[in-house]
């Protein structure tokens, strides 16, 4: 393990929380490739009501690394609940969020970090008025089992290692969007976004990704493949069976995403973002459409229409948007034949984009 102690004793620049549920198999790879950050991180390991060996391994390490790794016992209440678990006991200046069948890239990770304490080192010494509130990162879709991966990247929308705002990016590709293996967020911006996520659901990580935004003045980007995000369990939420399986989860947080900002509002400060956030609205939509198509019976059918009627009712502007100008209109065409080419057009694009 290496010590890059930084000039403020005792100063953790970055919060891991590690959501874990029987992950027992896998969760020393996560953690292991977090302790190379020494005493300047802080890697909470929160075990949430696992029946496996997970809890005793996240005493080992709490009891092999004290004052670097803490292990959190609680009640199972799902992802969502692991990461509030760590939000509320983070101490650090950032906060990340690592799945524990994930890992960092070890050279991408002491560059991050290094960044980060050489932003809070200056701060302090009156060199610069503010630190970033978002560092983004690029991350690697890891099929394990397949030996191939697919890094997704920014450049075209982020300047390269410069403090920037919404304003200033450029236009997202068609496979890119802010997902949470690629943030990295102060703190105390995710706690006065108000970020809670909801318990006993899977996809929480889309509300995590989104509803701190409109908050972020001050954008950093590195064009490092940090966040290495493993692919191929049959069990992950991503699988498109356990995906079809928990569509009223996926539902669920789709409504949560689409009412939790007023876009509006956003527009009227940083368009671009809005622009964004609706882009991200219509893919969240597009994903519920087609699974609720790949489940192919009269309630799946009913369930779509109603998706989309409460979009209507609660903003009838948007929902207009979505279905004319945006990619999820394609996947709420009407009769069997809209409902065929959504399908085909979605095989495809599993093929050229590598998503599960």
Known sequence: MQNTKG???????????????????????????LLAGGED????IVDD??????????????????GIVRAV???????GSGVNKGLELASGIFF???????????????????RIRRFCTLKEAGMVSSIPDLFVCNYIYDHLDEGTSHAIHYRNIFPVEETCD??????FHTSQYLIMHALVFRTGLLRRAEVVLPEHTFYVDNI????????VRHIYYMDIDLYHYYIGRGDQSVNEKVLMSRIDQQIKVTKIVSECVDLKEVKETYPKLAEYMCR?????????????????????YGKRRQLWNHIKAENAKLYYRLKYTTLSGLTYLPGRLGGMLTKSGYRAARKIYQFQ
């Open 7 to 33: 000039q403020n004793e005792g100063t953790k620049y970055i919060t891991f929380t590690v959501p874990c549920y029987n992950s027992q198999d896998y969760m020393r790879r996560c953690i292991d490739s």
């Open 41 to 44: 991180v802080e890697i909470i």
């Open 49 to 66: 009501g696992s029946t496996d060996e997970t809890g005793v391994i996240a005493d080992q390490y709490e009891a092999l690394y004290p």
């Open 73 to 79: 016992h609680k009640e199972n209440g799902g992802h």
């Open 96 to 114: 990340k969020v690592v799945d524990s069948d994930d890992w960092l890239d070890a050279d991408a990770y002491m560059k991050l970090l290094h």
């Open 166 to 171: 919404w304003n200033d990016i450029g236009r």
């Open 208 to 215: 995590f990704a989104y509803k701190p935004l409109p908050y």
């Open 280 to 300: 991200n609205i219509s893919i969240m939509m597009a994903i519920s459409s087609i699974h609720l198509l790949l489940i192919d019976s009269r309630e799946a």
